[in-house]
C-alpha cells in the first residue's frame, strides 16, 4: 500500500522560506515521477512543480526562481523548498506520485496535504 505523508507547511510572513516534505512509503522515488500541487480557497487545483526519472524539474511560471523540487532518494523523500515566499503562494499544498517514469496528466498517489499561510 502506497502512502505519501507530507509535513513542513506553516505560517510564515511575506519573503520568509518553508520546506515541504513527502514521505513515501510502499513506493521508490527513484523511478518515477513526482509532483507538487496546491489548492487556495475558492480555486483550482493547481500544478506546482514536478520532476520526472532523469530529467530536469519543472515549475509552474509563477513559482521559477523561488522554490526548488528535489528528493532524496535514500529517505524515500521528496520537497518542495519555497523561498521567498508570496501571499498568493497561500494554499493548500499536496504531494503526489506517479506509477510511471514520465509524469502524466493524472497522478496515481497524493498526500493528505499540509497549509502554508503567507502574511504579508
Known amino acids: 500500500q502506497v502512502q505519501l505523508v507530507e509535513s513542513g507547511g506553516g505560517s510564515v510572513q511575506a519573503g520568509g522560506s518553508l520546506r515541504l516534505s513527502c514521505a513515501a512509503s510502499g513506493y521508490t522515488l527513484s523511478k518515477n515521477c513526482v509532483a507538487w500541487f496546491r489548492q487556495a480557497p475558492g480555486k483550482e487545483r493547481e500544478w506546482v512543480a514536478s520532476m520526472r526519472l532523469g530529467g530536469m524539474p519543472a515549475y509552474v511560471d509563477s513559482v521559477k526562481g523561488r522554490f526548488t523540487i528535489s528528493q532524496d532518494n535514500a529517505k524515500n523523500t521528496f520537497y518542495l523548498q519555497m523561498n521567498t515566499l508570496k501571499p498568493e503562494d497561500t494554499a493548500m499544498y499536496y504531494c503526489?506520485?506517479?506509477?510511471?517514469?514520465?509524469?502524466?496528466?493524472?497522478?496515481?498517489?497524493w498526500g493528505q496535504g499540509t497549509q502554508v499561510t503567507v502574511s504579508s
Open positions: 503526489a506520485a506517479a506509477r510511471t517514469w514520465y509524469c502524466p496528466p493524472e497522478y496515481d498517489y
